[in-house]
């Protein structure tokens, strides 16, 4: 049987139904397309001026120029004040105004705006400095601010030549411990240790010195006996402590900051510096720690969870780490609800106003991927955060109450200041505090 004229054998039966084109209609074909594909470039390049051959190369983007403005249509909540009181422990006179009188007057303003009640300053080193800076500070604003002090542990000693520091010479602890007794009597609330003491701080042989070293135990030993706590800052973020590398999770701010790096072999490892200063937090249990910085652990909180389980002379501050916190939301507010009267408030200032009210937005609101800091390239990883939304009896503790019970002088301060002082709105300064309710 004859296969019938049809599909397969016939001479324009197309590829698809197995057949085979003949050349000369192959080649009409293939000139069509071509024909239609062309037109459809040049209309197309000429309808949207985009033309992919004539578009001018996009110059690469530095990562620091990198600033995505997020599409994101979300609540977002614009507080001007604290619900409650703060008081802000951690905040910097010295290093950030340079005693300033204008800027002082300036800042509390702002405080007054944004219902701060009281600021602990934590510059005034033992010696002229706290003279200058307790007058600086108390001449005209004594009812606002608080005074932490702080150990010069190389004195007039030869930066390259640690024998010639102070705190390596006999009796040194002693003559602090004395020290810090009077600036008590002159109304110090307690002590500041810089990072350095980990870091920087060497032994007369040139070594680090531990954190932990004993020949320091008499100063710890003071501080518990006379009531002052201690503020601690060890170690910094992990990645400080990681290679500048593309891993980096702050490659942009250390590329800017390149003497807050810590590399291996150079110094001490983070968790070589955590488990010092937490042998020392265990072997003064009569003296209140404060670990600044959420210990330095706001990358771990189950870590830092562990630091305040494990020892009850210890409290944490938040100061520069809404950055980490507020991008774990969740773990965050658990650790809050679950640590509530262990945490105090700070903030690493004075800052610009927006600084202050991103803590606000943190600490009170649900808000969503927020920016953490004023400034346009946010400074401490490129990341935004999230709002923790604390009931308002958890914001109460974090604002003022646990620094009543940890930090001496700021009842006395809060008592005469009043609780129910508040931003006058119709006062462009803020004016002086009024009073709230009836
Ligand atoms: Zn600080």
């Known amino acids: 049987m004859h296969d019938p004229p049809g599909v397969l054998n016939h001479p324009r039966s197309s590829i698809l139904n197995g057949g085979i084109l003949r050349g000369d209609i192959l080649i009409r074909r293939l000139f069509l397309g071509l024909s239609i594909l062309l037109g459809l470039v040049i209309s197309f390049g000429w309808s949207t001026s985009c033309f992919c051959q004539t578009e001018a190369p996009r110059p690469p983007i530095s990562i620091g120029d990198f600033q995505p403005k997020p599409q994101l249509k979300v609540a977002s909540t614009d507080i001007v004040q604290a619900k409650f009181p703060v008081v802000d422990i951690h905040s910097h006179f010295w290093i950030r105004l340079k005693h300033d009188t204008d800027s002082l007057e300036q800042f509390v303003a702002m405080m007054n705006r944004n219902n701060i009640a009281l600021n602990v300053s934590l510059d005034g080193t033992l010696g002229q400095q706290l003279d200058d800076h307790i007058d600086y500070l108390w001449r005209n604003h004594k009812n606002r601010f608080l005074i932490f002090t702080n150990i010069d542990w190389k004195g007039t000693g030869k930066q390259d030549d640690p024998t010639t520091w102070v705190c390596n010479q006999p009796g040194f602890a002693k003559k602090m411990a004395f020290e810090l007794a009077e600036a008590k009597t002159r109304g110090v609330s307690g002590l500041k240790v810089f990072k350095s003491f980990g870091l920087e701080n060497r032994n007369a042989d040139g070594s ?12 710890w030993a003071a501080c518990g006996e006379l009531g002052l706590p201690v503020i601690m800052h060890t170690a910094d973020p992990s990645a400080f402590f990681e290679p500048i590398d593309a891993k980096n999770e702050r490659y942009e701010e250390l590329s800017r900051r390149p003497e807050w790096h810590f590399p291996e072999g150079k110094f001490p490892r983070r968790n070589e510096l955590h488990a010092a200063r937490n042998r020392l937090f265990a072997k ?91 400034k346009p390239i946010p400074p401490q990883g490129l990341w935004r955060i999230y709002g923790i939304d604390l009931p308002d009896e958890v914001l109460e503790k974090i604002y003022y109450k646990n620094a009543v019970r940890v930090i001496p002088g700021v009842k006395e301060r809060l008592d005469g200041w009043n609780l129910l002082h508040i931003y006058d709105s119709t006062n462009p300064d803020g004016g002086s505090p009024q009073k709230r309710g009836p």
């Open 208 to 219: 680090f010195t531990e954190i932990d070293d004993e020949r320091f135990d008499p100063i």
């Open 284 to 374: 003064h249990p009569k003296t209140t720690f404060i670990a600044a910085h959420f210990g330095n652990d706001a990358e771990d909180l189950q870590e830092t969870s562990q630091l305040l389980l494990k020892h009850p002379n210890v409290v944490v501050e938040f100061a520069s780490r809404i950055s980490e916190l507020g991008r774990q939301p969740f773990t965050s507010r658990d650790f809050f609800l679950k640590h509530s009267d262990r945490i105090l408030f700070g903030t690493d200032g004075p800052w610009p106003e927006a600084r202050y009210r991103a803590y606000w937005r943190f600490l009170e609101t649900r808000d969503e991927y927020f920016a953490y800091s004023e």
